[in-house]
Each structure stands twice: as C-alpha cells, then as structure tokens.
Antibody, heavy 121, light 110 residues
Framework: QVQLVQSGAEVKKPGASVKVSCKAS????????ISWVRQAPGQGLEWMGW????????NYAQKLQGRVTMTTDTSTSTAYMELRSLRSDDTAVYYC??????????????WGQGTLVTVSS | QAGLTQPPSVSKGLRQTATLTCTGN????????AAWLQQHQGHPPKLLSY???NRPSGISERFSASRSGNTASLTITGLQPEDEADYYC???????????FGGGTKLTVL
C-alpha cells in the first residue's frame, strides 16, 4: 500500500536548522510530487511547499522563502524538508503528503505520520 | 497568506446529516473547487474528496462534496461517532500560486 514514513521527533534551539525525511513506498515515486504541511499546537494546517519528485522543481510558501529547502533522493524514494533559522513559532508537527505531479491539481494523499519539531532554548 | 473561511464548530446528532461549508473567492474555490480532509485528534489528516466530489478509494459514500460559486460544501450523511473530527478544506489559489487551507471545522456528533 502507498505509505509515507517520516523521521522522528526533533528538539532544536532557536537559530538552528532541522531536516525532516519522508520515505515513500508502494508507488512510483517519480510520478508524483510531495507537499509539506505543518500544524502548530492546537492550530490548523499551513502549506509549506511542494517538490516534484520527477524533476526536483519546487514551489515554496512565500512566508518561508529563504528559510526552507525541499529535496528528493529518487534512489531511495525519500523526500527531505530543511528549515533554517528556527524560531519558537516554528514549533509544530510537520507532515509530508503525496501530491500531484502538477502542483495546481490540489490534493494530498496519503500523509506521513508527522514529525514533531520543538524549538526551545 | 489569505485562507479559506470555515465555521469553527458544528454539532449534529447521531444518524443526522451535517453540511460543512468553506468560503473562498474566485481565485481559489470559485476557480478549481476544493479538497476536503478529515483529521482525528493526534492523527494525520486523511483526504476525503478532491476536485469537488472525487473520493479516493476506501472513502465512504456518506461523504459527498459540492460547490456553488465561491463556497464549497461537504455533506456527511448518517453521522456516526467516528465522524467526530476536525475537517479542513483546501483549494489552489491562482493569485498566490499556492494552495490555501481553511481554519478547520470541529464536528461534534451528539
């Protein structure tokens, strides 16, 4: 079955970076994209960006431009999301989700289990 | 970024029908419609519907989506206890060149 498995929880200090991985299985990785979505404690969903697993094209949320980088490793069917210059308001559960190969075809299915990133001094 | 508008909470009785709404504008919901996601506490979201009323395999026919103008709706018939969850809508916004989410609706099944 189609599955996305994410890396474990992280605790980081303000100003540090975090890199979350998302390993895909059960489908042809390069035929889809991967979107990253985060959810702060008790809050709603916030789209962070999308990467094409076919050619590595990316589209990042404007508010995260310059701090986020999304990459893929097609040899291991794994997507990565790195967020730099962490602040306390980056504390959230970070999700990866399979997405369309065309970003404007708006769907996310399935989702990874989530990775809690806590930013605290 | 601008988001979609959802009522914070809806309460309905067991076996009743709930209709959740999601209001956007002509750049998002009015353009390409909405996707709907269900999220139980402590779990990742699950896709219920996309492109207005396409259901992924395994999603019950009790969930149906529609759109009228700039407002998308998710109708859940025959409410069950397991339908109690948070529901989010999402739509591609052509002016932002990015997807936007609603703030979510907490559905309580009485």
């Amino acid at each position: 079955q189609v599955q996305l498995v994410q890396s474990g929880a992280e605790v980081k200090k303000p100003g540090a970076s975090v890199k979350v991985s998302c390993k895909a299985s059960g489908y042809t990785f390069t035929s889809y994209g991967i979107s990253w979505v985060r959810q702060a404690p008790g809050q709603g969903l916030e789209w962070m960006g999308w990467i094409s697993a076919y050619n590595g094209n990316t589209n990042y949320a404007q508010k995260l431009q310059g701090r986020v980088t999304m990459t893929t490793d097609t040899s291991t069917s794994t997507a990565y999301m790195e967020l730099r210059s962490l602040r306390s308001d980056d504390t959230a559960v970070y999700y990866c989700a399979r997405a369309s190969i065309t970003i404007f075809d708006n769907w996310f299915d399935p989702w990874g289990q989530g990775t809690l990133v806590t930013v605290s001094s | 970024q601008a988001g979609l508008t959802q009522p914070p909470s809806v309460s309905k009785g067991l076996r009743q029908t709930a209709t959740l709404t999601c209001t956007g504008n002509s750049n998002n919901v009015g353009n390409q419609g909405a996707a709907w996601l269900q999220q139980h506490q402590g779990h990742p979201p699950k896709l219920l519907s996309y492109r207005n009323n396409n259901r992924p395999s395994g999603i019950s026919e009790r969930f149906s989506a529609s759109r009228s103008g700039n407002t998308a709706s998710l109708t859940i018939t025959g409410l069950q206890p397991e339908d109690e969850a948070d529901y989010y809508c999402s739509a591609w916004d052509s002016s932002l060149s990015a997807p936007v989410f609603g703030g979510g609706t907490k559905l309580t099944v009485l």
